[in-house]
């Protein structure tokens, strides 16, 4: 029972290195004593732990080795040299040629974990030997005459070997083969390894993500209650502004203009090529005729046509006098254009200030009628087609509509990097709004528990499999050995109390048994 990995002591190595399964130059050590073999033994010259080789073998941790290569400092590589008496530990020689790390390879603190174990392997260990050394000393007194009471001191520490036996033997075939022996049904974690994460895969999808489960558990946090009090609050509102203004920041930086450009321009283009264009413009224009607003159009038309004839008499003149005859003589040319000039001028002026002139009546017919020939007359609708289609042909216009991403980007990026922007003033007023009638109204408040309870279930319900195949794949992937290392250096300590209890409880019933047993003889 030394301290050879897998011996009593679990491998904690503080034995005088005696035990079955050291090998050969491996006493004296005070490494971890995890297993270099599968089956829990250290091998021949192989050091596992923080501590000492003397053998020939591989050291996988920081620690002296005095092997062939000659010795080493504490804490640095050990040197590699062929084991005796088997073959190295993978994980050994992977660790000493500088291989890839273990996906569970061990963190700082599963390392000051696992020296929280060896500390409780060797109470367990110290405790053991204790009632090994009581039973010794008790038997050696009641054969030289003692007294009685040696006995029952004997008993008790004899049932406390027992009891710290069978619960070392159990805590270790959780982890390795006891003594390194191939004991059925031992070395539970390394062997069992995939049907243990398929086991924990099925627990966790079965008793936590359940459609009920998860429902109950949701409506039982008040998702909504609490999101509204959360953002009722100015700060927090504002750390959400600032974190939504930074992820869309990032995003548009991360996008390229070229990408985007290519896709919304295409988008654009395919969208208004498949629609029809002139019954929407049909409709649009009779409710603009219905509702009078295309008078201000035909005012500033007005005002801008007067204005125009004002300062532009010579080029009317111009016209009339050179769409004249060459017979006519100029005088007469002059005339007409003067008369021209002030038949137009007065025209536009009535047009300009009269409501209801003839003219705007006019117009007013023929923008209703064309509406409705937009909308139910098919040559007009035909020629709006071609029209549009031409237009969206053009390169200018596909220029125009490639720009709008870049136009739309940097607006959208100033406004996010301006704390003062009317964008993210308007976010945060918004999101304040929100986490005020969140906490007053209690039909929004539903709402939205019924929102995020109606996601969370169908993400569960949907995605389970995969969510707990995740566990699955990921403890299928783990290295045997590592995992054991691993699971023993987080509940190992824990564990440790079992062989104390054991070692203790079996005293007990070993005294009680004796006591009895006596009563009952005489």
Not at 15 to 30: D, F, L, Q, V, Y
Not at 46 to 60: A, D, L, M, N
Not at 478 to 503: C, M, P, V, Y
Request: aromatic content about 4%.
């Amino acid at each position: 029972m030394g301290g050879a990995s897998g011996g009593p002591t679990g491998g904690d190595g503080t034995g005088p290195g005696t035990g079955p399964e050291a090998g050969p130059g491996s006493g004296g050590g005070t490494g971890r004593g995890v297993p270099a073999r599968q089956d829990g033994s250290a091998g021949p010259g192989v050091s596992t732990g923080h501590g000492v080789s003397t053998g020939p073998g591989v050291s996988t941790e920081p620690g002296v080795s005095t092997g062939p290569g000659g010795p080493s400092r504490p804490g640095a590589p050990s040197r590699t040299a062929t084991a005796t008496g088997g073959p190295p530990r993978r994980g050994s020689v992977a660790r000493a040629l500088g291989g890839a790390r273990s996906p569970v390879d061990l963190t700082p603190a599963d390392l000051e974990k696992r020296r929280g174990v060896r500390r409780m392997k060797s109470f367990a260990l110290g405790l053991l030997l204790f009632v090994a050394v009581v039973y010794a000393l008790a038997t050696w007194l009641e054969h030289r005459g003692a007294g009685a009471w040696t006995g029952y001191v004997a008993a008790a520490a004899e049932a406390g070997m027992v009891g710290a036996l069978a619960d070392w033997f159990a805590v270790t075939a959780l982890f390795r083969h006891p003594l390194g022996l191939p004991i059925p049904h031992t070395a539970i974690i390394p062997q069992k390894k995939d049907q243990l994460g398929a086991a924990l895969g099925g627990f966790v999808g079965e008793n936590f993500l359940s459609g009920d489960v998860v429902r109950d558990r949701l409506r039982g946090i008040g998702i909504g209650h609490r999101l509204g009090e959360w953002l009722a609050e100015p700060a927090h509102a504002d750390r959400v502004t600032a974190e939504a203004a930074t992820a869309l920041r990032g995003a548009l930086t991360v996008l390229r203009d070229s990408d985007v450009q290519a896709v919304v321009g295409e988008a654009i283009t395919r969208r208004a090529k498949n629609a029809e264009v002139a019954p929407s413009l049909g409709r649009l224009l009779e409710r603009l005729v219905a509702d009078g607003g295309h008078r201000k159009l035909v005012d500033l038309v007005c005002v801008h046509a007067h204005d125009w004839l004002v300062t532009h008499r010579d080029s009317v003149m111009d016209a009339v006098q050179g769409g004249a005859p060459g017979w006519t003589p100029r005088f007469v040319d002059k005339r007409i254009g003067e008369r021209v000039y002030k038949e137009l001028l007065r025209f536009v002026t009535e047009m300009r200030d009269m409501p209801d002139h003839p003219a705007r009546g006019a117009v007013d017919r023929f923008l209703a009628d064309f509406a409705g020939d937009l909308q139910a007359d098919g040559p007009t609708r035909a020629r709006v087609e071609r029209l549009k289609n031409d237009i969206l042909g053009r390169a200018e216009v596909q220029d125009l509509i490639a720009t709008v991403w870049g136009t739309v980007r940097g607006m959208m990026v100033a406004a996010a990097e301006d704390e003062r922007s009317e964008l993210r003033l308007r976010a945060r007023t918004a999101l304040l709004s929100l986490g005020s009638r969140l906490s007053a109204d209690d039909r929004l408040r539903a709402k939205v528990d019924g929102w995020v309870e109606g996601a969370a279930v169908y993400v569960v319900s949907t995605y389970r499999t995969e969510i707990t195949s995740l566990i699955t794949d990921t403890v299928a992937g783990w290295d045997a050995e590592h995992t054991s290392r691993k699971i023993e250096a987080n509940i190992g300590r824990d564990l440790q109390f079992i062989r104390i209890n054991g070692t203790v409880v079996g005293s007990l019933a070993g005294l009680v048994i004796y006591t009895v047993s006596h009563a009952l003889g005489a």
